[in-house]
């Protein structure tokens, strides 16, 4: 029997299974059938909280794509990791927890019911490089951002996954098309190991604000994606940001029991 969680941060659907007695068997074979929306469970990715191996820190979060694999760090998982960690009592209000980038702060800002507002730490940036028509990132996950001018016409799935698979990227990349609408973004992300578009995406979402402030000065940028709204603030040094938080919403959707 696998008790287990489901969790959304706007739109981006995560499996997660509080697996402190590391029992969980986390092959692909058995994560792609959870994720599977037809025959299993449903959901972008898959999620354990695991018993943290030091001090000062108060969970582990591994993340895997709905393909079965262990992802790189997932921003929208993050959030909702917190969320999930206060429902296991393992936290109040504030955290700090290790994912497969290093260490993140985090905090729930308020709550209603299921519904959360929840603020995490993305690792620092280092550099932003120029890829074709936009800029290429890593936000704790690679991302190509992409400047369009009409993002609901964009076929999000046939251009993403062109250059998702292209030779510049070996290992793959996720690929953000994003409209700048007066003082707001509009994001949509094709997510490797989704392998199609999502939601929404933190660290695309977290990308894709780095990639504006380029072009225009803000320290705190708006944004708008198919599942919700975020916010992104950063400290900016020429092109090196630090200081980095995610905010948006999270929602507990249901718990079961799967036999």
Do not use: W
Request: net charge negative; charged share 20%.
């Amino acid at each position: 029997m696998l008790q287990f969680y489901k969790y959304h941060g706007a739109g981006n659907d995560f499996i997660f299974i509080y697996n402190f007695d590391n029992s969980f068997e986390d092959n692909p074979t058995h994560i792609q059938f959870l994720c599977n929306r037809r025959t299993g469970i449903g959901a972008d990715g898959l999620i354990l909280l695991n018993t943290p191996n030091q001090e000062n820190i108060d969970f582990e979060m591994r993340y895997f794509n709905a393909d079965g694999y262990e992802g790189s760090m997932c921003g929208n998982g993050g959030r909702c990791a917190i969320a999930f960690a206060k429902k296991m009592e393992l936290i109040e209000n504030e955290t700090i927890f290790k994912g497969i980038d290093g260490m993140h702060r985090g905090k729930i800002i308020s709550e209603n019911k299921n519904l959360m507002e929840v603020t995490l730490q993305m690792k620092n940036v280092d550099k932003i490089m120029p890829y074709r028509n936009g800029y290429y990132l890593d936000t704790g996950s690679p991302h190509v951002v992409q400047f369009v001018d009409n993002v609901e016409t964009i076929d999000v799935v046939a251009q993403g996954k062109s250059i998702r698979h292209h030779s510049d990227f070996p290992e793959g990349t996720n690929v953000n098309f994003v409209q700048i609408k007066e003082n707001q973004l509009f994001v949509r992300t094709f997510e490797r190991g989704v392998e199609d578009e999502t939601l929404s995406c933190g660290t695309g979402v977290t990308a894709s604000s780095l990639a504006y402030s380029l072009i225009h000065l803000n320290s705190e940028i708006s944004i708008k994606t198919l599942g919700g709204n975020f916010k992104v603030s950063f400290q900016k040094q020429e092109n090196t940001f630090k200081n980095i938080y995610l905010q948006g919403p999270v929602c507990f959707v249901f718990k079961g029991v799967l036999s």
